[in-house]
């Protein structure tokens, strides 16, 4: 403990206990009370974490800005995306050096051509401790842009529009709007947009705005009734069709779509929606391309639908079958070929598909472990595929790829600034056994130096809840690790879908305990594979990370000397009792209705909050943010209070609440590292690898 002040004692709040019962089961909160927000003891109360935190975080301050300032030297400030061609503009986004946020730019026809600035998010920015804007939605005469904008973080966006000729911002201004679903009528003055409900932050509301008319008059299309559905709203790639999407993860989806032709006209529902079928659609012609899961289709299939009757299977024409060691991710339509991209042994793949030959080929990555996708394409007409490729050691890449003539073109790969050569790292693939006989995919990475001895430092990362696929990514605020010695780990446990949807579906639910053990038997698995020790092994994981990193942490303390568990979801029967917070009723399907005693009982068995008990804990940090939308800012202040009043040992528990951000943290690029920073700093001090 060389690097950390332990004399200052750490704030405790008050203890006035509430009793909550269910299923004839009682629950005794006694922090219960530092969810009122407005209450300015609990306010007192996080501003002395934050205090306690620095006092303890002392003598690290310095190395903290070293590390800030390490991982901002790697940035390249002045840099530009990849542009790509929608209509007669090239559409891309550019910082300048020193600049927090980008300027988000397009040029007519060439790259040659005059730039027109369509936002400059610096200026938007200025004066607000944290900011947000969507990418503009341009008209189809491309002379106004419809931009979303969040100035709090908590995903409530006020969407603003902009005449690009003149730069003049419109009189419209509509709040509380899901930022980024907006799609534009083929008359240039109607635009559609979804409408949130200010406390459950759901998306539930569909709406028709006409530019130049009174809010007020705004036309309601469409209200959601079962506040299980998310919304989604956007403009096909064929321009004809709005579509709306209802989706209940992991339970239904419901197309409804509206010709962009006519404005005035209602959504119709494409293939209503039915429990236990998911689909999606694309639209080419006079054909609706369906991936979907319909009849037993589990890692889903591929057909091709009328357009005038998607909905009678009767007609569906099967393009591609169902695989059961295949998932089926996505598909990209062109007039000649038709792309897939598709997932096997937790793996991505880009398959090309010539619809009018009938051959066929996949894309070759050449490393063990790689995050493959499909970027922006939207040109029917093109043999040129736009795609992204990155890895461990790889930099975030953009690539064209020749569908007719079989090459690729490396259009820019992200540079990082100093001595970084990727020959100095090795990424590799593992599979960690599982205790009932499963097969857990690790991705590692590390600098050739590392010595797999027993005695290094690793970082153990995973998310493992809501489908999400943790894939092998690069980082370059990672090299600040493994340049000191660190190797990293990605466990791709279940509850994510890199192995499948059977890999979702085995955790979560009744089944999350799987989460949990996998995790806990990859760490297992590394230390008994000499990659690290008890002593030397970290780990980490944000919001349904953070509630695997608290469930962990209560049923294997012994592996870990230390955690960082980033805006966690760790209250998780009381939250999913109370239908009052953001988002729980659409949350069921994840981990269960606890209304129902099945469900109440497996969620109290791994509750994070719900089953700290004496026992001796690794240390922890802990972060939050005061104006967090998804996971509220008081569940881990209590969870950090109840650990250090039955704890039985003299490990740091440290809690940083941002008092400005919400659930994604820092908005600004810079910003952002100051909280890697903080993150990293605890990390290296445990390890002593401060330097």
């Known amino acids: 403990m060389n690097y950390f002040n332990t004399s200052p004692l750490p704030p405790q709040p008050a203890k006035i206990e509430k009793v909550m019962t269910l299923h004839g089961d009682a629950r005794t909160d006694a922090y219960y009370w530092l969810r009122e927000r407005e209450n300015l003891d609990v306010v007192t109360h996080l501003e002395a974490e934050n205090q306690y935190t620095e006092q303890v975080l002392a003598p690290l301050k310095g190395f903290r800005e070293a590390l800030f300032q390490e991982m901002k030297a790697r940035i390249k400030e002045k840099d530009e995306s990849v542009p790509y061609k929608d209509g007669n503009y090239w559409y891309y986004s550019r910082f300048e050096e020193g600049a927090e946020y980008p300027f988000y730019c397009r040029k007519f026809q060439t ?3 005059t730039e027109e600035l369509m936002l400059d998010l610096n200026q938007q920015a200025a004066g607000q401790g944290y900011y947000q804007a969507t990418f503009p939605e341009i008209s189809d005469d491309e002379t106004i842009a419809a931009i979303g904008e969040d100035t709090v973080s908590r995903r409530l966006y006020t969407l603003r529009f902009r005449n690009l000729t003149t730069g003049e911002w419109y009189a419209d201004v509509i709040p509380n709007t899901e930022g980024g679903n907006y799609a534009w009528a083929a008359d240039n003055k109607t635009l559609f947009y979804i409408r949130k409900d200010v406390d459950t932050l759901l998306g539930y509301q569909v709406w028709r705005h006409v530019l130049g008319t009174d809010v007020r008059d705004d036309v309601l299309l469409y209200e959601e009734a079962d506040d299980q559905y998310y919304l989604g709203l956007y403009r096909m790639k064929s321009k004809k069709y709005v579509a709306l999407v209802a989706d209940h993860n992991g339970v239904a989806t419901e197309y409804h779509l509206l010709p962009a032709a006519i404005p005035a006209g209602t959504f119709r529902v494409a293939i209503p929606r039915q429990r236990g079928h998911e689909y999606s659609l694309e639209h080419y012609e006079n054909t609706f391309y369906v991936v979907t899961n319909h009849n037993g289709a589990e890692n889903f299939k591929l057909v091709k639908a009328p357009e005038d009757n998607v909905q009678d299977t009767g007609q569906w024409q099967e393009v591609l079958s169902h ?15 038709l792309v897939v991209q598709e997932r096997k042994e937790g793996l991505l793949h880009i398959r090309i598909m010539d619809q009018q030959s009938g051959g066929e080929h996949y894309l070759n990555f050449g490393e063990p472990a790689y995050t493959a996708y499909l970027s922006a394409n939207p040109d029917f007409q093109t043999s040129v595929l736009r795609y992204g490729y990155t890895s461990l050691t790889t930099p975030n890449s953009t690539y064209d790829y020749d569908m007719e003539n079989r090459t690729r073109t490396l259009l820019k790969e992200q540079e990082v ?20 006989g499963a097969r857990v995919p690790v991705s590692l990475v590390y600098r050739k130096d590392f010595v797999r001895n027993g005695q290094g430092p690793l970082l153990q990362y995973a998310y493992g809840s809501y489908g999400a696929s943790m894939d092998p990514m690069f980082s370059s605020a990672r090299l600040s690790l493994l340049d000191r010695g660190f190797a990293y780990a990605i466990c791709h446990i279940r509850g994510g879908q890199e192995m499948g949807r059977a890999w979702y579906e085995g955790g ?11 995790f806990i038997d990859c760490s297992k698995y590394l230390i008994s594979e000499g990659w690290t020790s008890p002593d030397g092994l970290f780990a980490m994981g944000g919001s349904a990370g953070g509630l695997l990193m608290g469930a962990v942490a209560n049923l294997a303390p012994e592996l870990y000397k230390g955690m960082v568990a980033q805006v966690p979801f760790v209250d998780v029967v009381t939250t999913m009792l109370d239908e009052t917070i953001p988002l729980t009723t659409g949350e069921y399907e994840e981990w269960g209705n606890p209304n129902e005693k099945p469900f109440y009982d497996i969620m109290k068995s791994y509750s994070p909050y719900d089953n700290v008990r004496p026992q001796v804990y690794p240390h922890l940090l802990v972060t939050t943010g005061f104006h967090d939308s998804q996971v509220q800012y008081w569940e881990p202040a209590k969870w950090v209070a109840r650990l250090r009043e039955l704890k039985t040992d003299n490990n740091l528990i440290l809690l940083h609440c941002d008092m400005e951000t919400g659930h994604g943290g820092a908005s600004g690029r810079f910003k952002r590292l100051h909280d890697i920073a903080l993150d990293y700093a605890f990390v290296l001090g445990l390890a002593e690898k401060v330097g």
């Open 417 to 436: 600034v100093g001595d970084f050569d990727k020959n100095n790292y090795v990424t590799e693939r593992q599979y960690a056994p599982a205790r009932d």
């Open 323 to 337: 695989r059961p060691d295949v998932y089926l991710e996505g598909i990209e339509v062109f007039a000649k070929y």
């Open 508 to 518: 979560r639910l009744l089944r999350k305990m799987n989460t949990f053990h996998d």
């Open 111 to 113: 790259m040659e051509a």
